[in-house]
């Protein structure tokens, strides 16, 4: 099956869509976070994962230094930064991500808790345990 987007863009198929719109959408949030953090002078706080959840205020700080993290862990496994993005930015289940990535589910939830911690680790400042 082939998606057309509206400049006419053939999606390959379904997964293809499914990564690309996951990417956007953490491009938007983060360029978004971004300007927001410019205007208040920067200063970029540590925080967990889970917390970068809900944009606006202080969280924009938060986005920007999740990306960084996520930028840092590509250099080491972009699977895992693939499955954060399809995860948290695209809200795909784990039977869905691994659907789109042609992977098990538990090579999802395996990259996905593995990608949390390594992300905690980075976000927080801490070395200790892993």
């Avoid at 944009?55 to 590509?74: C, M, S, W």
């Avoid at 042609?102 to 345990?129: I, P, Q």
Wanted: charged share 25%; no cysteine.
């Amino acid at each position: 099956m082939r998606l057309v987007d509206y400049k006419g863009m053939q999606w390959q198929n379904r997964a293809h869509f499914f990564a690309v719109s996951a990417q956007l959408m953490r491009r938007i949030l983060v360029d978004h976070a971004r300007r927001h953090n410019m205007k208040r002078g920067g200063g970029v706080q540590h925080v967990s994962l889970d917390e970068t959840a809900i944009v606006g205020g202080d969280r924009a700080a938060d986005l920007v230094a999740l990306d960084d993290a996520l930028e840092a862990l590509a250099r080491l496994d972009s699977r895992k930064v693939q499955v954060v993005e399809l995860r948290f930015f695209g809200g795909l289940s784990v039977e869905e991500t691994a659907e789109v990535l042609k992977v098990s589910a538990v090579t999802v939830m395996r990259d996905w808790s593995t990608a949390k911690a390594w992300l905690y680790r980075e976000l927080s400042g801490t070395t200790n345990g892993l």
